[in-house]
């Protein structure tokens, strides 16, 4: 039996790289009857398989982890270094130094290999699609491999390679698009719709779900479950900041932008946004290293103007609740949405 047949309960916490998607977190969809996930993205080897224990010893139940693939994209060093210039007088207002643009694989690597020494439920991937090896030796070895994607034709080319699940992502999404850095904008319903007709793997519906209705009409279109990472923001176990969390439960308009990370992802619209999204190149891993500090003193300082604040365009239905009151909510008003349609339907001709 697939995890996602499993499942008690159909809400998938999306892994949300960067510290809200905790241990805690986590484990507390998982034992809901949900299932959690961790980021992998952004931090070391050694402190995944630290979370990845932390998990194991909090809930005894099916979990995932999510894996930042690297990019082979080809950058403008110019057009970060006239960006570095550019940031350089705020940097400086505030008392940093901003970081060495560097690329990188983010341990890309030495995660797999972490993953194949010790398997764990799922493993899901962003930024593209893994290569066939790599999904066959992770299937060996017990672990479901999802793939993450923005196009009708990345789900069929993610069939192609063996992969066990679709989470077909929105443009509503927030934070990071998760498939390849030139997809186009689809928003979920449209989606969801077209790689159901193409693609014959269970999928996963992202981006713009924020309740119970939500859910059922994501599952109504041909999900077998929903993903959901704004609306686990304000919950208790999440590693959100106070900032985070006041600026989610707001009624603030977001917008794609590559301004913090050099990688289109969905923010609250703040000043930095507003000033800096035009001028931003396109560049990931290196904007991200280049903004890195003066995003983490605008945490440390509180400022919301500055902070890169993730949410997808939902975010004022996010609640403050424990993550597993949340995803029993979620499924209840899913029941009830369900419900109250199948009473309408009835009275159609």
Not at 39 to 46: P, R, S, V, W
Not at 274 to 290: E, I, M, N, W
Request: hydrophobic share 50%.
């Amino acid at each position: 039996m697939s995890v996602l047949s499993a499942l008690r309960r159909p809400i998938v916490a999306a892994p949300m790289a960067g510290g809200p998607s905790t241990p805690a977190l986590v484990a507390a969809v998982s034992a809901a009857g949900g299932l959690g996930f961790l980021a992998a993205g952004m931090i070391d080897t050694e402190r995944l398989v630290t979370d990845i224990a932390e998990v194991r010893a909090r809930a005894d139940r099916p979990f995932g982890v999510n894996v930042f693939l690297p990019g082979a994209d080809v950058v403008d060093e110019a057009a970060i270094q006239a960006y570095a210039d550019r940031l350089g007088p705020e940097a400086r207002r505030r008392g940093v130094t901003l970081g060495e643009p560097a690329g990188g694989n983010d341990a890309y690597p030495e995660k797999l290999a972490a993953l194949l020494a010790d398997p764990v439920p799922v493993v899901s991937f962003a930024f593209g699609l893994p290569d066939r090896a790599a999904v066959a030796a992770l299937r060996e070895r017990g672990t479901e491999v999802w793939a993450t994607v923005n196009r009708p034709d990345a789900a069929v080319a993610a069939a192609r390679i063996g992969v066990d699940a679709v989470v077909v992502q929105g443009t509503e999404a927030g934070g990071h698009r998760g498939g390849q850095p030139d997809d186009d904008d689809y928003a979920l319903l449209p989606l969801l719709r077209l790689i159901a007709a193409g693609c014959d793997r269970p999928l996963v519906a992202a981006g713009g779900i924020g309740d119970g209705p939500g859910v059922a009409a994501v599952l109504t279109a041909g999900a077998t479950a929903a993903q959901l990472g704004t609306a686990f923001l304000r919950c208790p176990e999440a590693g959100s900041s106070p900032m985070h969390r006041a600026a989610v439960a707001s009624a603030a308009p977001t917008a794609l932008t590559g301004a913090f990370t050099g990688k289109r992802a969905r923010a609250l619209v703040n000043d930095f946004l507003r000033r800096h999204d035009r001028s931003a190149p396109a560049g990931y891993p290196q904007v991200l290293h280049l903004t890195r500090p003066l995003l983490a003193a605008a945490r440390r300082d509180g400022d919301a103007s500055v902070a890169n604040l993730w949410a997808g365009q939902a975010h004022p239905l996010a609640r403050e609740l424990p993550a597993a009151e949340l995803v029993a909510e979620l499924t209840a008003g899913a029941r009830a949405a369900l419900a109250a349609t199948a009473e309408r339907s009835a009275r159609w001709d």
